[in-house]
């Protein structure tokens, strides 16, 4: 990585693990609600919300003031209400998408959301965020956008190091967290991969790579 590349100080009051695991899910979570223009007040849907980026779209919904609802399966409930969500909703018994409720976001964390679903539960003036958007789901959102008034936001987050910055500050002021599932030694890392495409982890897991003195 070149000197003037994205990189920032480790936060003092967490460990090496701890700390690779909070850029990627910190970055993208950071970015999509800046985009979608979240306030306090604001009620906020969270689809993956046990993820590497869903857990962190939690905290910092909950640190701009929103009031957040977490979709997770039964077994990450805790850790999502841990992390400060106000309600949960578990995907293996209930689809939000059928009640009579409406958010002013919905923040798909994972891909895996019913996109016709969740624009009947957006509100008028709401605003939708895909974090893998593919093509086709791209085109429908574009769509979207020109005949009705919600706001749909796709794409890829920019790394920038003033947001690795404020992410260090975050955390050492213990506004947010890092949530780590597994930790692997770089020996499994095949088993690592194995796990995680299995799309059950909570977080991030990370791989640890010792080098010989």
């Known amino acids: 990585m070149p000197e003037d590349g994205v990189i920032a100080l480790k936060p003092a009051n967490v460990t090496f693990e701890e700390a690779v695991a909070i850029p990627f899910g910190g970055v993208t979570a950071l970015y999509f609600?800046?985009?979608?223009?979240?306030?306090?007040?604001?009620?906020?849907?969270?689809y993956g919300a046990s993820g590497s980026v869903g857990t962190m779209a939690v905290q910092f919904a909950k640190y701009f003031g929103a009031e957040?609802?977490?979709?997770?399966?039964?077994?990450?409930?805790?850790?999502?209400?841990?992390?400060?969500?106000?309600?949960?909703?578990?995907?293996?018994?209930?689809?939000?998408?059928?009640?009579?409720?409406?958010?002013?976001?919905?923040?798909?964390a994972v891909g895996k959301s019913s996109f016709s679903g969740s624009m009947r539960s957006l509100k008028k003036e709401g605003v939708?965020?895909?974090?893998?958007?593919?093509p086709a789901l791209s085109v429908r959102m574009r769509l979207n956008s020109m005949k009705s008034s919600k706001k749909l936001i796709g794409g890829t987050a920019s790394p920038k190091t003033e947001k690795l910055i404020y992410l260090k500050e975050l955390v050492e002021a213990g506004k947010i967290k890092p949530v780590i599932d597994r930790i692997y030694p770089w020996e499994k890392i095949v088993e690592a991969h194995r796990y995680v495409d299995k799309g059950h982890k909570k977080g991030n897991v990370v791989i640890t790579v010792e080098h010989d003195n």
């Not at 609600?33 to 969270?46: D, E, F, P, W, Y």
């Not at 939708?128 to 593919?134: E, K, Q, W």
């Open 68 to 108: 957040v609802t977490g979709v997770c399966s039964t077994t990450n409930l805790d850790l999502v209400i841990s992390l400060g969500a106000d309600k949960v909703i578990d995907y293996t018994k209930e689809d939000f998408t059928k009640s009579s409720e409406k958010y002013d976001v919905i923040f798909d």
């Open 33 to 46: 609600l800046r985009k979608g223009n979240i306030r306090s007040g604001q009620k906020v849907l969270i």
């Open 128 to 134: 939708y965020l895909h974090v893998v958007a593919t």
